[in-house]
Antibody, heavy 125, light 112 residues
Framework: QVKLVESGGGVVQPGGSLRLSCAAS????????MHWVRQAPGKGLEWVAF????????NYADSVKGRFTISRDNSKNTLYLQMNSLRAEDTAVYYC??????????????????WGQGALVTVSS | DIVMTQSPDSLAVSLGERATINCKSS????????????LGWYQQKPGQPPKLLIY???TRESGVPDRFSGSGSGTDFTLTINSLQAEDVAVYYC????????FGGGTKVEIK
């Protein structure tokens, strides 16, 4: 079965950096695009970033563009999110999520068929 | 950006009754070349990640009970839960993927 496990969350000061990881199993990781989606405490969902199955294309929400970098290592079945210049408003649970589109059909549909349990990132002094 | 507006913010329904959640997009999410609505619905229970229920506006995800159904086209969509069960208590979100993905604000469903 598909399993996504995030790690790397924690408390960081404003202006600091943090890297999240998402270990994937139960599917052919290198065949699917992947996303990060976040949820501020008690709030709704916000899409953060997408990476194509082979890493050749990346897209970001305007709110994180230039500060966050999504990447993947298909040899390790792992997705990453490097977060720099963190702000208080970045405080959220960060979920990694799988795109349902197999690379042979589309590079990505941009909806999410499997989600991890999430990693909490708190930006506070 | 396409803005998604859900209504109501919350609703209380008796067990076995129907729950109806509405979602309106600020512009059409119907792609004319394939006649598909780029609209999904998710269920999120407390302390859990969201779970995909419906995609392409009306296609039920594998394993989702058939009491959940999606309808609508263009800018107006509905998630219907027939015969509400206790385990359906959750927040429900719509999401468009026609352009940069955006979610609605969520609708909290409770038992009356």
């Amino acid at each position: 079965q598909v399993k996504l496990v995030e790690s790397g969350g924690g408390v960081v000061q404003p202006g600091g950096s943090l890297r999240l990881s998402c270990a994937a199993s139960g599917f052919i990781f290198s065949s699917y695009g992947m996303h990060w989606v976040r949820q501020a405490p008690g709030k709704g969902l916000e899409w953060v970033a997408f990476i194509r199955y082979d890493g050749s294309d990346k897209n970001y929400a305007d709110s994180v563009k230039g500060r966050f970098t999504i990447s993947r290592d298909n040899s390790k079945n792992t997705l990453y999110l490097q977060m720099n210049s963190l702000r208080a408003e970045d405080t959220a649970v960060y979920y990694c999520a799988k795109d349902p589109a197999h690379y042979s059909a589309s590079s990505g549909y941009y909806y999410f068929d499997y989600w991890g349990q999430g990693a909490l990132v708190t930006v506070s002094s | 950006d396409i803005v998604m507006t859900q209504s109501p913010d919350s609703l209380a329904v008796s067990l076995g009754e129907r729950a109806t959640i509405n979602c309106k997009s600020s512009q059409s999410v119907l792609y004319s070349s394939n006649n598909k609505n780029y609209l999904g619905w998710y269920q999120q229970k407390p302390g859990q990640p969201p779970k995909l229920l419906i995609y392409w506006a009306s296609t039920r995800e594998s394993g989702v009970p058939d009491r959940f159904s999606g309808s609508g086209s263009g800018t107006d969509f509905t998630l219907t839960i027939n015969s509400l069960q206790a385990e359906d208590v959750a927040v429900y979100y719509c999401q468009q993927y026609y352009t940069t993905p955006r979610f609605g604000g969520g609708t909290k469903v409770e038992i009356k």
